[in-house]
Structures are given as structure tokens and as C-alpha cells.
């Protein structure tokens, strides 16, 4: 018995396994640009979110896990920048979160591990209901320096902006937190 092999059905049935074994990930456009006219550095990941830095950050290494790109600027500033939605993260997979509610969960799930993997402590620096963002810190009481980071958590439309300042004695809290107001008001 001969079985004559017919292109368009095989075509058809491989389209449909293809499309069936395919994941439901998002296309994302990344770009990095410093204007020196504006001395500001442009970062984004469409669709997900843009924020400008002021002044000039060389583009560092990128944490795929927490999806962090890291910048470091002349003085040796290191910020990390991070564009996501909110059903992505472990703890709200069935996008059941949202608005304040997602960053007081964000909150807890992140400072969690810190606290109880490293023995850290964790203090909310500033929080806002109303614009759904917060502020916080993680840090090293015992060995002063050892980890000293500040956080700022936002959701907008259910996409999350997550930006953070690590160590440096460079910069007050003062300056770290405005620094991260200033990152807010430039995001999109």
C-alpha cells in the first residue's frame, strides 16, 4: 500500500504543533541612547516602559532572572532599571494583583527573601497609595556597607517600573530617594 503525502495538510497540522508548542512571550524592543544636547540617558523596553537618567550611564550587565539592566555613571553610581507586567512575578501569576495592592505584595515577596535568605533588614521609605509606587530600603545593619540598597516599586496600567540605587557613600538617602522621584517622573 503506497500513502501519497499531501504538502498542504502537512503544512496545516505542522503549523498547528508549532503554534501549540510556542510560549505566550511578549516581542520587546530594548534601546540605550545618551543625548549629550540634554545630557540625559534615554533606556527603554517596548512596550513595557522608558525612563530617562540624567547625566551619562554606561550600560552594564543585564539579570535576565530579575530583568535588571544595570548603569553606572562617572562616579561609580550603580542604579538598575527593571520593566515588567505584573502577572509575571511567582506571586501573582493569575494577575489577581494590582495597583497598591500589587506593591505591597511585591514588597513583601522581595524584602522577604532578603530578610530571611541574608539575615538583611528591610524599612519602607516611602510609600503612595494614590500613585501606586514605594520607596524602600534593604540593607546590612551588622556590617555597615556590606548591602545598603534603595527601591522604588510602580505600577502603572499593569506594567511594573522597578528602579534601585545600590551602595555608595556618594550620595545621602536624601539625594538616593530624590534621585529615584526623579526616575519616576521621567518613566512612561
Given amino acids: 500500500m503506497k500513502v501519497k503525502f499531501n ?30 544636547s540634554k ?52 506571586f501573582n501569576m493569575d494577575g489577581s494583583l494590582l495597583g497598591y495592592d500589587f506593591i505591597e505584595a511585591f514588597y513583601e515577596w522581595d524584602s522577604k527573601y532578603f530578610v530571611d535568605s541574608f539575615g538583611l533588614k528591610r524599612n519602607v521609605i516611602e510609600s503612595d497609595t494614590a500613585n501606586n509606587f514605594m520607596i524602600y530600603r534593604i540593607y546590612d545593619q551588622i556590617e555597615k556597607g556590606k548591602l545598603d540598597t534603595y527601591f522604588l516599586i510602580k505600577e502603572k496600567n499593569g506594567n511594573i517600573f522597578n528602579f534601585s540605587i545600590s551602595k555608595t557613600d556618594k550620595w545621602s538617602e536624601n539625594r538616593k530617594v530624590n534621585f529615584l522621584k526623579e526616575l519616576l517622573e521621567s518613566a512612561k
Avoid at 498542504?8 to 549629550?36: E, H, P, W
Avoid at 513595557?48 to 548603569?71: A, I, M
Avoid at 553606572?72 to 505584573?86: E, L, M, P, T
Fill in 39 to 90: 545630557n540625559i540617558t534615554d533606556y527603554f523596553v517596548i512596550p513595557y516602559g522608558y525612563v530617562s537618567l540624567p547625566g551619562k550611564w554606561e550600560k552594564l550587565n543585564y539579570n535576565s532572572v530579575s530583568r535588571q539592566q544595570f548603569f553606572k555613571n562617572q562616579d561609580s553610581i550603580i542604579v538598575a532599571v527593571s520593566f515588567g507586567r505584573y502577572n509575571k512575578y511567582e
Fill in 7 to 36: 504538502n498542504k495538510a502537512f503544512f496545516v497540522i505542522m503549523i498547528i504543533v508549532l503554534n501549540a508548542c510556542s510560549t505566550q512571550r511578549t516581542s520587546t524592543i530594548v534601546g540605550c541612547d545618551y543625548n549629550k
